[in-house]
């Protein structure tokens, strides 16, 4: 079936400059960290808005323009004050880090920010309001682990916390889901709604890969949102069959249970098998698959997809392109690398599927509003 898809990006995105690094850390001789690109770098979040474009598949999307959040946005969750310190680094001339010493941003990049969160918003705005049916907001900085108080692993703002919070807002009364198939746990996500019993969040991850000691099963919500948080932590190596066990067994199903009105992944394509950050084994196929899941359960088709992380430059693109191919229904490339899709490692195995099991046991606990 062909689907109306929203597409928002802006080529200031690729301008958020996060300087010299050596991978994580900041270059020092002394350490022997020679400096080179940080791993959060502009290449990845390029490519994939290229291949959208030389693929063709550009026009068949319905472009969004991108635009600024307002401070009355930004402030539904994050304090004045830090949006008032953030925005004096980012006039400093060499800039600065908005909190953790992780999250870098040179001069201007408080404005490049919020016009991250403001992408989001506007994508969540054309799919509230029927100018589309789904869409994807390619997006950088990303926004998954910022939390209320600040900045946090590479995100100035809470970019689908704010987003979410502003459809929350203007249509009361709606349920939202979320979904975080990033590598990393969605912490940002989790902390914005953790008490908020209309917005379930669902996060993939790694098991203790970032932030550490994160993202474990027992963090279940609290005070009115108790049992609208699920971590499913996965064990460094699942592919494929691993996360589609995980989305048929306990994805889908507390969807189906919570029944919201909007659907929003948080996307990173560091789940990929060829990423530098993570050990996990996904394919672009892979990907595809999840996205026709989570599209088989959602309501009159409201799915929207937010930008995370993915620092695999040469790989992440076609990640892209085949999520964004599934949103839409139209085929343009095949997968080159898909014979990673005959890996051994992409069947699901006994201490994968253990895990998986364990969450699907929170699913009895989460309210039914079917
Ligand atoms: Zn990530």
Known sequence: MTMKTGYVYHELFGWHDTGTNAGFFPSDPAKG?????????????????????????????????????????????????????????????????????????????????????????????????????????????PGHHAIRSGGMGYCLFSNLGIALSVIKRDNPGIRIATVDWDVHHGNGTQDVFYNDPNVLTISLHQDRLYPRNSGMRSEIGEGAGINTNLNIPLPAGTGNGGYQYAFEHVVAPAIKKFNPDLIAVASGFDSCVYDPLGRMMLTANGYAKLTEILMSVSKNNKLMIAHEGGYNAVYSPFCGLFVLQQLSGVKKLDDPFDHTENYPGQALFEHQKFEVDEAAKLLSALPDNR
């Open 33 to 141: 960290l020679q400096p080179f690109l940080n791993y959060e770098n502009a290449e990845t979040k390029k490519r994939i808005h290229e291949l959208i474009v030389v693929s063709g598949l550009i026009d068949h999307l319905h472009r969004i323009p991108a635009r600024h959040a307002t401070d009355d946005e930004l402030l539904l969750v994050h304090p004045q004050s830090y949006l008032t310190n953030l925005k004096k680094i980012s006039e400093q001339r060499l800039g600065g880090d908005a909190g953790d010493g992780e999250t870098p941003l040179a001069k201007g990049g408080y404005e490049i920010g919020t016009m991250a969160v403001g992408a989001v918003t506007a994508l969540a705005q054309s799919i509230m309001s029927g100018e589309v049916d789904n869409g994807y907001a390619l997006v950088r900085p």
